[in-house]
């Protein structure tokens, strides 16, 4: 093998390991974006259902029963895609009824 030919192989190796591995830290950035966007949108939802919802912050005893009932809600497969607001809502309903 001459010694261009194997310069080249080396060159074409080195540029798909490359490339490879820009792909593979994208993907990587792009998880780790997804997941602080899911939780930063976890905290909006928390914040949005408080807000409307003020008794379970004043109130000691209904903030853990919530909890509680959040704490069953979050096992159940079928709510597995809902949202922290849907979720905690779904909680909520739960404990009135």
């Known amino acids: 093998m001459s010694l261009v030919r194997y310069n080249s192989k080396i060159i074409i190796t080195v540029a798909l390991i490359s490339l490879l591995s820009a792909c593979t830290r994208e993907n990587s950035l792009k998880e780790n974006q997804n997941k602080r966007s899911g939780e930063s949108q976890a905290i909006v939802d928390a914040r ?5 919802h003020p008794e379970y912050i004043s109130s000691a005893e209904l903030e853990q029963k919530l909890y509680r009932e959040f704490a069953q809600v979050t096992t159940v497969p079928a709510y597995k895609e809902m949202s922290m607001y849907q979720l905690l ?3 909520q309903d739960r404990l009135t009824h």
Not at 48 to 52: I, K, T
Request: zero cysteines; aromatic letters at 24%; a negative charge.
């Open 89 to 91: 809502l779904i909680s």
């Open 48 to 52: 949005q259902f408080f807000s409307e």
